[in-house]
Structures are given as structure tokens and as C-alpha cells.
């Protein structure tokens, strides 16, 4: 029966392992498993502007953003902040 894996993302957090290790290691067990698969990233919205060297996606910001606090924040300010996350706020990547 055919399987297709869509969207995926290994990235948890950065610093916290070896990316490339860890995407090789689970596009082998994919193959090996006979799992048809792609990776693509359509937006991201990362608080560290260092992400955005590092890390493709069809949209991305240039500017700050509030991250969210799912501890602290009260659901209006939540909704608030995911304003800035739409793709009319965000700008289409030149590369």
C-alpha cells in the first residue's frame, strides 16, 4: 500500500543536536521502509533573526516578532501576537 510522508520537520531545538544527523538517520529509515516523502517549509517566523541564515522557507520575517507565551499570555494577546505571523506580514524569500 503506498505511504507518503508530507510536511516534516526534525528541527526541535537549535543547538540541542546535529540537525544533518538526525534528518539523514530518518530519511534512511524512510527509504528503508519503503515511505515516499518530501520536506518543504512554507513559512517560518523564528524570534531569533539568526534562524533566518540557516533555516529556508518560502516567507519568512525580517522583523521582530512577540513569541508567543502559551504560560503567561492571555488568549487576547495570543491572537494578538499570531497577526504577525500570517503571510501578509511576512516577505516572499529572495533566494
Given at each position: 500500500?503506498?505511504?507518503?510522508l508530507g510536511?516534516?520537520?526534525?528541527?526541535?531545538?537549535?543547538?540541542?543536536?546535529?540537525?544533518?544527523?538526525?534528518?539523514?538517520?530518518?530519511v534512511?529509515?524512510?527509504?528503508?521502509?519503503?515511505?515516499?516523502?518530501?520536506?518543504w517549509?512554507?513559512?517560518?517566523?523564528?524570534?531569533?533573526?539568526?534562524?533566518?541564515?540557516?533555516?529556508?522557507a518560502?516567507y519568512?520575517?525580517?522583523?521582530?516578532?512577540?513569541?508567543?507565551?502559551?504560560?503567561?499570555?492571555?488568549?487576547?494577546?495570543?491572537?494578538?501576537?499570531?497577526?504577525?505571523?500570517?503571510?501578509?506580514?511576512?516577505?516572499?524569500?529572495?533566494?
Open positions: 500500500m503506498p505511504f507518503y510536511e516534516f520537520s526534525l528541527a526541535m531545538s537549535p543547538g540541542s543536536f546535529s540537525w544533518p544527523d538526525h534528518l539523514t538517520a530518518a534512511q529509515e524512510m527509504e528503508q521502509r519503503g515511505i515516499a516523502w518530501s520536506a517549509n512554507f513559512k517560518i517566523v523564528p524570534s531569533n533573526p539568526a534562524w533566518r541564515r540557516t533555516h529556508w518560502w519568512r520575517n525580517e522583523r521582530p516578532v512577540d513569541p508567543l507565551d502559551v504560560w503567561r499570555d492571555y488568549l487576547d494577546t495570543l491572537l494578538r501576537k499570531t497577526d504577525a505571523f500570517t503571510t501578509d506580514e511576512l516577505q516572499e524569500d529572495p533566494a
